[in-house]
């Protein structure tokens, strides 16, 4: 059974900087796509960053340079790094891991598993 827990979430001054981890438990391969999202009050869920089945990393459009996604394959573990932040960015950041069809990477509704989430505030 997959289960995802994120952690580090919390306030920040704009131009400031949080470091988010999603662990997942439950893996029988290290072929899988994992992925992080976020929601704003009343907005749709978007694409942060997403790691393929080759460990390759890939981010939104709008991310522009100012969030870092790593992997520790032994801790099963995937990390984003907010940098620069903006009020903008302030939303519930969520894990997701198995997407059902591998070219819709980037919709939230594809993804079987899902963790709890953890609030980003900047302001």
């Known amino acids: 059974h997959v289960q995802l827990v994120e952690s580090g979430g919390g306030s920040v001054q704009p131009g400031g900087s949080l470091a988010l981890a999603c662990t997942a438990s439950?893996?029988?391969?290290?072929?899988?796509?994992m992925a992080w999202f976020r929601q704003a009050p009343g907005k749709e869920r978007f694409m942060v960053a997403v790691?393929?089945?080759?460990?390759?990393?890939t981010y939104g459009d709008f991310v522009k340079g100012r969030f870092t996604a790593t992997e520790d394959n032994a801790k099963n573990t995937l990390y984003l790094q907010l940098n620069n932040l903006k009020t903008e960015d302030t939303a519930m950041y969520y894990c997701a891991k198995d997407v059902r069809t591998a070219n819709d990477y980037d919709v939230s509704g594809e993804y079987n598993y899902w963790g709890q989430g953890t609030q980003v505030t900047v302001s």
């Open positions: 439950g893996l029988r391969s290290s072929r899988y796509y």
């Open positions: 790691r393929d089945n080759d460990g390759k990393i």
